[in-house]
């Protein structure tokens, strides 16, 4: 987003506050000037330039009243349909499994799992849960700039678990939202992705930070409390990609986003009590950044801070996979719509992608169905095959699918020398039997900040993930969702 007169002087306004407010005299001249990148060869300053400070300090002086109306919208559009993927992501196998530990060990407060229907369990608990549901069946909304961070399984499950705790409102969540997505995302920026490269998994490094200052923000710390916050979160990033090279153990995957949101509910009930973390948790010679690695920039941290909202870099799913699936299937569907082909037409099919992609996802004969949504072969031969926006379509019997799995066999991945890996541009080339070839190149799915999902998609969507519960109570769940800032109290968020 391209920052207006009036936002450049409110963030030159709001970085001199920040200064202040963080105590550093010699912070304000790196903030209000032109901050060069530093990078992962370039010595560790002693102290840094207290960006961890003046995050906290932004987080901990948000107000609703800040927040222009389609920020407030994607926030509650985010909100929406991160319930819906909570709800269906109950049913499945593995969600019961960390559901029942949750009310092992949590049950008893006044936070709900939802897709649960049973009695609350302590904010802790219904935030490991919630977590972990939002991001069981790769639903979930994530950014694009990608920053590696999924906002609706980390931000939304540790706000509503201590809203509900707390008797918080509907303007109390939206507003710690954003001021958790701003935190989150910037620190995502800063890795380059390199956390991954690395062989961490991205949500489960960044997810701590952005619950704990969402939560933070709603018990209304000072810049001292969040940047405490912040700094105990940092101990409790994490989630490793082994799954990924092992093709097993792809649970783990869902377990990460729980993790992180139940941690910044930690980090953030530690900091109200008094405890402390490092101030320079991110900057830092041994913080984040330089630990979790091979790369950084640290002008991220603070770039646009104040002044653009990177909320609105939000995207929702529209098929039920991987992020990095969205524009091949996208692309194979709207030649599939434009030459009328079918599956049993097709030849081969290329894909050209990025080289993390062509690496990681590509897995033509996965395992299991929690790996299929993971493998860009899969999901595109799925979608010929089965309506890919329903997560049911990847149920067990498309695994061990006979059609599927030999029109995978026949989707090849060619990397793109050259492009940067948070670039997701696909193109595919489908050869038909009778010859013909046929290309579509899809760099913005429908989802995608640029496209957003309009009312009435949001609502299908909503509604064809909760089809198992009674069709009119989600369709009043959904309005009252999309009216959020009117809700007093969130009590009433349980199914």
Not at 150 to 175: I, K, M, N, W
Not at 191 to 198: L, P
Not at 247 to 267: Q, Y
Not at 473 to 483: E, I, N, S, V
């Amino acid at each position: 987003m391209t920052e207006t007169n009036a936002q450049k002087m409110q963030r030159r306004t709001f970085l001199k506050q920040m200064a202040a407010v963080a105590g550093s005299g010699p912070l304000a001249p790196a903030l209000v000037g032109a901050a060069s990148a530093q990078t992962a060869p370039a010595a560790a300053p002693r102290g840094g330039n207290y960006e961890t400070k003046t995050l906290a300090a932004y987080a901990a002086t948000l107000r609703y009243e800040d927040l222009p109306p389609s920020v407030v919208q994607r926030a509650k559009d985010c909100i929406t349909d991160g319930i819906a993927t909570v709800v269906f992501g109950a049913e499945l196998p593995w969600s019961k499994m960390i559901i029942a530990h949750a009310r092992r060990y949590g049950s008893g407060g006044k936070s709900f799992i939802l897709g649960d229907g049973a009695a609350p369990a302590h904010a802790p608990a219904a935030a490991l849960a919630n977590g972990a549901l939002a991001h069981a069946f790769e639903l979930d909304s994530g950014s694009m700039p990608e920053s590696g961070a999924h906002p609706a399984a980390t931000l939304l499950t540790a706000g509503l678990a201590v809203s509900q705790e707390h008797g918080y409102g509907g303007r109390d969540l939206l507003t710690a939202f954003v001021a958790g997505a701003e935190v989150m995302f910037r620190i995502g920026h800063a890795t380059k992705h390199t956390n991954e490269i690395r062989g961490f998994h991205a949500p489960g490094t960044t997810g701590p930070f952005g619950a704990a200052v969402a939560v933070g923000r709603l018990r209304e710390f000072d810049a001292e409390k969040m940047t405490n916050a912040l700094g105990i979160a940092g101990s409790c990033a994490g989630g490793l990609l082994e799954f990924v090279n092992s093709g097993d153990g792809a649970m783990v995957k869902r377990l990460h986003l729980g993790r992180a949101a139940e941690s910044g509910v930690l980090a953030a009930s530690l900091a109200a009590e008094g405890f402390t973390g490092p101030s320079t948790v991110l900057e830092g010679e041994f913080g984040f950044l330089r630990v979790f690695c091979n790369d950084w920039d640290l002008a991220e941290l603070t770039r646009g801070l104040g002044g653009t909202y990177f909320t609105m870099d939000i995207f929702l799913k529209h098929y039920a996979c991987h992020g990095t699936a969205q524009n091949p299937v996208e692309a194979i569907q709207d030649l599939r719509t434009e030459h009328q082909f079918s599956a049993a037409d097709v030849a081969s099919i290329v894909i050209a992608c990025n080289e993390r992609v062509a690496k990681r996802n590509n897995i033509p004969a996965p395992a299991e169905r929690m790996m299929a949504q993971y493998s860009v072969p899969f999901s595109v031969a799925l979608s010929l095959f089965r309506d890919a926006r329903d997560p049911r379509s990847f149920d067990d019997s498309a695994v061990h699918n006979r059609d599927i799995l030999d029109l995978a066999s026949r989707t090849r991945l060619n990397a793109i020398a050259g492009p940067d890996n948070r670039d997701q541009s696909a193109t595919v080339t489908v050869r038909l039997k009778d010859g013909r070839e046929l290309s579509r190149k899809v760099s913005t799915y429908k989802g995608m900040p640029e496209r957003p999902l309009d009312r009435a998609e949001l609502k299908e969507k909503f509604l064809l993930l909760t089809r198992h519960l009674d069709r009119g109570k989600m369709g009043a769940m959904f309005d009252r969702l999309q009216r959020l800032e009117d809700e007093k109290s969130l009590d009433w968020l349980s199914v």
